[in-house]
């Protein structure tokens, strides 16, 4: 059964553990979370009797990671394998696998993770002592569902609009979600309740939230919080034609959503900016976005001077 990797993060906080890991996708953040509780949780229930070995199928390590898997007798350390960026397992290769699934001591676990989703047909087989597990980023209409049901998995309940919220102001990369959720435990301390009020508190106006925060309250035609992130972006070194891209993105997307048979792929932003924006006139607000970039590249006009009157037509339109 091939399981997400949040479906797989919970069974290994929980103490669900398997010998062998077999995962796909190119997530890099998923691989490192996966690989990291794995770990410390092998720590743990070995008492910090436990070495840790990393290889790479791209760097030809085969021999290396066959011999350590085999190297392994009645008094050895405990090891955590670890064999990344493979992108074939060959017939010799397979042949081993099969004699280590076979006889796998107690002291070892495996994770190999593959480039794209060649995983072999082989560990089908070994479903009982194997665990495949998809890293793939997931698409954007699954984001909430993972997240609440995360969050549901830690003890925790969180509503609707705050999951939301917390996706709107936090964007929609899963491993950045996940690190915001931990930071909003701790925060609760006894409480077991996730309201929208206290992810207004706790995350706040950082750099790295601040382009997320502002297509928030454009979609919501707050002019006011437009006009706040604007100023602390531009505070924070941000350049007018790194805002003028990202606007753009974020016009096309509402743009496209218009005619967009499958809407499924578009963004918790994007949904909600449709909502006002849908009578727009688009070709004015490209026209007007490239005159900003324009002059912020030819002129000495601030940046402040060259984007505030823009977010105040823009809540006119």
Request: glycine content about 6%; hydrophobic content about 40%.
């Amino acid at each position: 059964m091939i399981k997400s990797a949040l479906e797989v993060f919970t069974d290994i906080e929980q103490g669900r553990l398997k010998k062998i890991y077999f995962a796909y996708g190119d997530d890099y953040f998923l691989q490192e979370r996966l690989i990291d509780l794995l770990h410390r949780k092998l720590l743990y229930k070995f008492a910090g009797n436990l070495s840790r070995h990393v290889y790479y199928g791209d760097e030809n390590n085969n021999k290396a990671v066959f011999n350590e898997l085999f190297n392994y007798g009645i008094f050895s350390q405990n090891k955590f394998i670890v064999y990344k960026n493979v992108v074939r397992i060959s017939t010799d290769e397979e042949k081993l696998l099969k004699q280590f699934i076979a006889t796998v001591p107690e002291g070892i676990t495996l994770i190999i993770i593959f480039k794209g989703k060649n995983v072999p047909e082989f560990i089908k087989d070994y479903r009982e002592i194997i665990q495949i597990v998809d890293l793939s980023t997931p698409r954007y209409n699954k984001i909430p569902d993972l997240v609440k049901s995360y969050i549901q998995s830690h003890g925790y309940t969180i509503d609707e609009d705050a999951v939301d919220l917390l996706i709107m102001r936090c964007g929609e990369e899963l491993g950045t979600l996940i690190s915001e959720v931990e930071k909003i435990t701790v925060y609760l301390g006894d409480r077991k309740d996730i309201k929208s009020e206290d992810i207004e508190k706790i995350i706040g106006f950082t750099r790295q939230y601040n382009v997320n925060n502002l297509l928030y309250y454009i979609s919501k035609k707050d002019h006011k919080k437009m006009i706040e992130c604007i100023l602390l972006m531009l505070d924070a070194g941000a350049s007018v034609p790194f805002i003028v891209s990202v606007l753009t993105n974020y016009f096309t997307d509402l743009w496209l959503y218009d005619s967009a048979k499958d809407r499924s792929n578009f963004s918790t932003i994007s949904k909600m900016g449709y909502e006002n924006y849908k009578k727009l006139d688009f070709g004015r607000v490209f026209k007007r976005l490239l005159e900003i970039d324009l002059k912020s590249k030819t002129t000495g006009i601030s940046g402040k001077d060259l984007l505030l009157p823009f977010f105040a037509e823009l809540c006119l339109l």
